[in-house]
């Protein structure tokens, strides 16, 4: 019988280009050759030879490591259904809403959940920045890798930091900047069968978040694997995320961030990720490495939940 032919698209168009290129030459490399049969296109420069290789049945599963826009947003997953083409980790809905930061926010606020207080603001908008409460976190609307997030601290910082995030986005959020440690929890399964990955402590070293350049250059950030925490905070921890996971309909995997506030001793939900780096200093595959879950397994068993699917 004749393996599977995965096609990994990346690249793409957004202002996540260089990374989404780098995680999509990582998973092709890594996927399992005895396997699978490897494929690999760039929407970008060949979205035509893509639709050409599934209209004549010669991609049987999809494999999206596209972050942004065009990615991460649902429009991939939507096409890919509309060609009834399996797909590796969320569908439309779950990828669209996890790409709007404001909407996963109100959802999970629903399910009981905490998250920073925010105010979001439109770019036509006019704002009164004396009314903003410093400092805080300013974040574009619908973009990823932390890309146009500032944490101003002054008046001047606060206008720069608003219009560096309109630059990638429509809305911006500004939300309450929460003193403590920053935590990331991967999930991989489905809505039936759940597992959640160890969680990571992150020490950001080249800055004073974890920022772009904490995520993906060498030296960048710490990831403590796994998190040195109690057993009633990591039991909290994980039940969250798990929270987090069903709450949104994910599928196949998705990465949770959490800030745990030291004053109060309570985690605060910040984002979902439906397509997690997978660079060299990616935190989904570090913490399945943790889990006893090498990178070519963890590829093999997405693959697998997008064909069960």
Partial sequence: MSKPIVAVLSGGQSNERAVSLVSGKNVAAAIPTDRY????????????????????????????????????????????????????GPNVFCSALCMDKEATKRLVMTHGMLTPEFELFDRNQQIDFRKIQLPCVIKPGNAGSSVGVTIPESFADLQRGMAVAFEHSQTVIV???????????????SLADTVVLPPIEIIPQKGSFYDYASKYED????????????????????????RTFKAVKAHGMLRVDFMFESDTQLFYFIEANTIPGMTNTSLLPEAARVAGIPFPQLLDRLIQLALER
């Fill in 175 to 189: 939300e309450r900047f929460i003193k403590g440690k920053e935590y990331t929890v991967g999930v991989i399964g």
């Fill in 219 to 242: 030296g960048g950030s710490t990831h403590l694997c796994p998190a040195p925490l109690t057993d009633d905070l990591r039991t909290t921890l994980e039940n969250l995320t798990r």
């Fill in 37 to 88: 049969t490897v494929v690999q296109y760039d929407p970008k420069d060949q979205l035509a030879d893509f639709l050409q290789a599934a209209l004549a049945g010669n991609i049987d599963v999809v494999f999206p490591v596209l972050h942004g826009r065009f990615g991460e947003d649902g429009t991939i997953q939507g096409l890919c259904e509309m060609l009834a083409l399996p797909y590796v």
